[in-house]
């Protein structure tokens, strides 16, 4: 894998800004020459005068590019940039989200392996542990999410991956990676932690003791809904082996959309701080409304993980979800109304997207199941984006009052 360890270096070691990293790391690529921007290199393969030197790069004795289905330029510039972003030795990208989650998860569980997770990770993961993994004889035990005790007894008794997410989808709940790195350490399991929510703006799971952590980068990263990927940084060992998967089973990133990617990362700081000082405001505003029930937002001192989010996020992101006054009718009513929000499945874009649970994330639960997990019918799932967030307000204070 080409890298440019110098700059890298630095980029790291000085401890420039995130605002700074965000905008620099990875970008200075000699192969592209003097451009200003790292150029979208759309080659399927890399063409050698000298049959030595294609050997050596081939071999791993020598930096450069084969084949896009391993390695490509434009794709390793963004894998720099997550790399530096969340402070890790190595980074690799997937087409998607999803590849980054199953590629990791099959690359580290065998048949006999116990993994330990969450019963609130996103959909897609859920699915992969209830109706995948167990096929492959792999143990699969799924805690309360926030029961801390409940999974340090889970994770004492033996297994070989813990897997995070937090804030979780879609009711916020915040889990303590430090303590759950902790409890993991001591049975040597590997803990990887979906840091897709947060963004390596508002949290840096490998600085609380993860071993590995992944995005989807088609939510904030991207950060404008017009591109797909997926993000996994870590050590380079670890991050090796599933490099190594992913090469083979063929999941990689497209060159235009590492581009798409890289150029939404410039201003992921900008962003991300305008969305969580925004999504505060919209929560305060949401708690006093008569016509709202619960608020979810773990900015709020009321929400049950805020004083663990205070420790380990540097701010609350852009995520938060309410439930109406009543049921899904009510939902039926407002949303519709809603002038300054896209009714989409998607998070983390420019512009505010909104959704119920039961018709995205969580459609597949019946209201047994979803009640279960603590998520109410009239809840909304409200991912804040870059607009002025009076307009927001005025937009939600103008659906709610013809409730
Ligand atoms: N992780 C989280 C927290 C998500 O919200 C999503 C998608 O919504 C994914 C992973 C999957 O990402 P993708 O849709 O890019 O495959």
């Not at 409940?150 to 297994?159: D, N, Y």
């Not at 439930?323 to 989409?344: F, I, R």
């Not at 018709?359 to 002025?388: D, F, M, N």
């Amino acid at each position: 894998m080409f890298r440019n360890a110098d700059n890298l270096l630095t980029m790291t070691e000085k401890q420039y800004s995130k605002a700074t990293q965000a905008v620099w790391a990875g970008e200075d690529n000699p192969y592209f020459k003097e451009a200003v921007t790292t150029p979208i290199v759309n080659s399927v393969a890399f063409a050698y005068k000298d049959l030595d030197q294609w050997y050596d790069v081939s071999t791993g004795k020598q930096e450069g590019f084969i084949y896009s289905r391993n390695t490509n330029p434009t794709v390793t510039s963004l894998e720099e940039k997550i790399r530096v972003l969340e402070g890790a030795e190595d980074a690799t990208a997937f087409a998607t989200g999803m590849a980054a989650i199953s590629n990791t998860l099959f690359t580290f569980l065998k048949p006999g392996n116990r993994v330990v997770s969450l019963k609130d990770t996103y959909g897609g993961t859920s699915k992969l542990f209830l109706d995948f993994f167990p096929e492959y004889k792999v143990d699969v035990q799924l805690c309360e999410t926030g029961n801390h005790e409940e999974m340090e007894l889970e994770i004492a008794k033996g297994c070989d991956l813990v897997y995070l997410e937090t804030p979780t989808n879609p009711t916020l709940k915040i889990v303590d990676i430090k303590r759950m790195a902790q409890a993991a350490k001591k049975v040597g399991a590997i803990v990887v932690v979906d840091n897709t929510f947060a963004t390596p703006i508002n949290q840096n799971p490998l600085s609380l003791g993860a071993d590995l952590v992944l995005h989807s980068a088609t939510k904030y990263l991207c950060g404008h809904s017009d591109a797909m990927g997926g993000l996994l940084a870590g050590s380079k060992e670890l991050v090796k082996k599933v490099f190594h998967f992913r090469e083979i089973n063929g999941a990689s990133l497209q060159a235009d959309s590492a581009y798409m990617i890289a150029r939404g990362m410039k201003t992921l700081e900008l962003r991300v701080k305008r969305q969580s000082e925004s999504a505060a405001k919209i929560a305060q505003y949401l708690k006093a409304h008569p016509k709202v029930r619960d608020v979810f937002y773990p900015g709020l001192e009321t929400h049950k993980g805020h004083e663990i989010a205070r420790s380990q996020m540097n701010g609350f992101g852009g995520m938060l979800s309410f439930s109406l006054d009543g049921g899904y009718h009510l939902v039926e009513k407002l949303l519709p109304s809603l002038k300054l929000v896209h009714l989409a499945a998607s998070l983390g874009s420019v512009s505010t997207l909104a959704g119920p649970p039961r018709t995205t994330s969580h459609v597949e639960l019946t209201e047994e199941q979803r009640a279960l997990l603590g998520i109410p019918e009239s809840l909304i799932r409200y991912s804040v984006g870059i607009e002025s967030v009076d307009d927001l307000i005025q937009d939600l204070d103008d659906g709610l009052r013809k409730l």
